[in-house]
């Protein structure tokens, strides 16, 4: 069993959890995600690594409620354990392999989105520990929707805030404040990676290509029992069938079909409606958490 350390609510859908797993802990890198099983007949939840601690051997967690399963977990608290947590999973980010003498010289942008801000952290973090200069441009729907915020900003060099709405920050897109950066504020990036909804990672690839900027993205979101076995998270890269699961999360976003990863997304979305209504039945009866 693995106990649930803490937990606190970022907003009224997504939740934050440290999980007691000192083993997982003690391997974990930037970019790796590792599995979630709430109890013995639960459903196997992959969820991307937002940080962790060696010495107390805790890992944390994000998790945004968009269905049955994922409300399952933000239903347990702190005391409470979950059946089964496995990893670390998947490639680390790709920095982690770079000697302190390759990161010299190097500067970069990351692009937040949503709850993909969480997986984001530890990466900047890393780097930051690394001396390597980061900026940040975090980017949500409206004020209320933005997480991490102070968090980001104690390990990167720029933290910039967007909305949709204008409620905090730069009014707009984050392709669109990607632009100005780099366009009308003369920074000089030599790499870009987006974490976040799909539809924002195809367009901040595609203003990235404008720019003349690589890109990584995270494909974390196609992912369904880890193990590339269900082969939900298939996906075609540089015209190849990709496992994201087993050999990514993350890959280049130039060679991302990104069209393809959205319609499998799409792919079971009557189920998901329908375990979310289920769900929803029993918790009002008392049979859920």
Same mark, same amino acid.
């Given at each position: 069993?693995?106990?649930?350390?803490?937990?606190?609510?970022?907003?009224?859908?997504?939740?934050?959890?440290? !999980?007691?797993?000192?083993?997982?802990?003690?391997?974990?890198?930037?970019?790796?995600?590792?599995?979630?099983?709430?109890?013995?007949?639960? %459903?196997?939840?992959?969820?991307?690594?937002?940080?962790? $601690?060696?010495?107390?051997?805790?890992?944390?967690?994000?998790?945004?409620?968009?269905?049955?399963?994922?409300?399952?977990?933000?239903?347990?608290?702190?005391?409470?354990? @979950?059946?089964?947590?496995?990893?670390?999973?998947?490639?680390?980010? %790709?920095?982690?392999? *770079?000697?302190?003498?390759?990161?010299?010289?190097?500067?970069?942008? @990351?692009?937040?989105?949503?709850?993909?801000?969480?997986?984001?952290?530890?990466? !900047?973090?890393?780097?930051?520990? +690394?001396?390597?200069? !980061? $900026?940040?441009?975090?980017?949500? *729907?409206?004020?209320?929707?933005?997480?991490? *915020?102070?968090?980001?900003?104690?390990?990167? $060099?720029?933290?910039?805030?967007?909305? $949709?709405?204008?409620?905090?920050?730069? +009014?707009?897109?984050?392709?669109?404040?990607?632009?100005?950066? &780099?366009?009308?504020? #003369?920074?000089?990036?030599?790499?870009?990676?987006?974490?976040?909804?799909?539809?924002?990672?195809? @367009?901040?690839?595609?203003?990235?290509?404008?720019?003349?900027?690589?890109?990584? !993205?995270?494909?974390?979101?196609?992912? &369904?029992?880890?193990?590339?076995?269900?082969?939900?998270?298939?996906?075609?890269?540089?015209?190849?069938?990709?496992?994201?699961?087993?050999?990514?999360?993350?890959?280049?976003?130039?060679?991302?079909?990104?069209? %393809?990863?959205?319609?499998?997304?799409?792919?079971?979305?009557?189920?998901?409606?329908?375990?979310?209504?289920?769900?929803?039945?029993?918790? *009002?009866? #008392?049979?859920?958490?």
């Amino acid at each position: 069993m693995f106990e649930i350390v803490s937990k606190e609510m970022l907003t009224p859908a997504i939740c934050r959890m440290k !999980v007691h797993a000192p083993r997982l802990a003690s391997s974990a890198q930037p970019g790796q995600f590792l599995i979630v099983r709430p109890d013995e007949h639960g %459903e196997r939840i992959p969820l991307t690594i937002s940080d962790f $601690d060696r010495v107390n051997g805790t890992v944390t967690i994000v998790t945004q409620k968009i269905g049955a399963s994922t409300s399952e977990i933000c239903a347990f608290e702190a005391g409470e354990s @979950f059946s089964d947590v496995v990893g670390p999973l998947g490639v680390p980010s %790709e920095f982690t392999e *770079k000697s302190d003498g390759e990161l010299a010289g190097q500067r970069y942008v @990351f692009i937040a989105g949503g709850v993909g801000t969480a997986p984001v952290y530890p990466q !900047v973090k890393y780097l930051h520990s +690394k001396g390597v200069p !980061v $900026d940040v441009i975090i980017g949500a *729907k409206n004020a209320g929707l933005l997480i991490y *915020k102070e968090e980001m900003a104690s390990v990167c $060099d720029h933290l910039y805030i967007c909305t $949709d709405d204008g409620s905090e920050g730069f +009014k707009g897109m984050v392709t669109g404040l990607l632009e100005k950066l &780099v366009l009308e504020d #003369g920074n000089r990036y030599t790499q870009a990676v987006a974490i976040g909804p799909m539809i924002m990672m195809k @367009f901040a690839t595609l203003t990235a290509k404008k720019l003349g900027l690589p890109m990584i !993205v995270s494909l974390n979101t196609l992912m &369904v029992d880890g193990t590339g076995m269900c082969g939900a998270c298939r996906v075609t890269v540089g015209g190849r069938t990709r496992f994201a699961c087993v050999e990514g999360p993350e890959f280049d976003g130039y060679e991302v079909d990104f069209d %393809e990863a959205m319609r499998r997304q799409g792919m079971y979305r009557t189920q998901e409606h329908e375990a979310e209504e289920r769900y929803g039945h029993e918790c *009002k009866i #008392g049979r859920g958490k």
